[in-house]
């Protein structure tokens, strides 16, 4: 390479290249999102640490995300409903059955 040779790609870097005074609200944003992106990956490498709190809180996140959908869904609501419905019968049987064995206890004591 000679001294009158310019490496092409770096020249169309520079001609891609704009001024943040000159960028469009939309290219701002795609500069900020470019940027917060390649630090987040930096910082990833760098800090093993922070990494998997990062991987913890999406984790997080993501299960609470699902069990949020999972109640909100149709099935899951009447799945609930039914279960509540048999449990409350249950709970009114077997206190007929607490009753009725008081009776009961009673009787045979007078």
């Known amino acids: 390479m000679t ?3 310019v490496d092409t790609t770096i020249i169309d870097e520079l001609k891609t290249m704009i001024k ?3 960028m469009t609200p ?3 944003k ?3 999102r470019k940027y917060n992106r390649e630090y987040m990956q930096r910082r ?3 800090d093993q640490e922070f990494y998997e709190r990062q991987k913890e809180c ?3 996140n993501t299960l609470r995300y699902e ?3 999972r109640q909100t869904s149709p099935e ?3 799945k609930k409903r039914e279960y509540s419905r048999i449990t409350a019968q249950k709970k009114n049987e077997k206190i007929k059955q607490l009753e009725l064995q008081v009776q009961l206890l009673t009787e045979t004591k007078l």
């Open 26 to 28: 939309e290219q701002k």
């Open 67 to 69: 069990k949020e959908k």
């Open 30 to 32: 795609e500069h900020t």
């Open 58 to 60: 999406s984790r997080k």
């Open 20 to 22: 943040p005074r000159n």
């Open 76 to 78: 899951y609501v009447e």
């Open 3 to 5: 001294d009158n040779m």
């Open 44 to 46: 990833k490498k760098e």
